[in-house]
């Protein structure tokens, strides 16, 4: 018949059973209906201005915290601001110290390349004289009927 999820429903059983339990506790009450109705009066006008204390003390508290957070939050985001800018800072003086190095050793390396491709052609130069003056030039009218030297081809 009820369902019972969370304690909602006996939560709400039992303030139905408080609220039932006065209402007969004040109908069956030794007092006449027009003292009764006056205590009931000036019980809900005291309970209706600590509810309304209670709410104004509420709100006074919630603005104070959010004014207080805001001013935290303010603080937090000029701390980040600053390191920020400090971080940049840092960082742009520190590849201001690495450009010049850096280019120093690109303008070696672009030397030691030029040097390396220079002493390659003169490698290469001096291995075409070697291999030119070990062939023996081929008689090309020789050529035709077949007959070669067999020194024109070098040895490796």
Known sequence: MYEYRRGGSIF?????????????GLLFAPRSGRETREVIAQKAEEYWGEGVEFYNTGAERIV?????????????????QEQVIKTSETAKSRVADVV?????????????????????????????DVVSQRVRPVDVSAAGSGDLEQDAIPEI
């Open 100 to 128: 010049p190095v850096a280019q120093s050793a690109v303008e070696r390396a672009a030397e030691m390349t030029k040097g390396g491709i220079e002493t390659a052609g003169h490698k290469a130069q001096e291995t075409l």
């Open 64 to 80: 104070g915290q959010s004014s207080q957070i805001r001013v935290k939050i303010d603080q937090a985001r000029e701390r980040l």
């Open 12 to 24: 709400g059983a039992f303030l139905l059973g408080g609220l039932v339990g006065a209402v007969l």
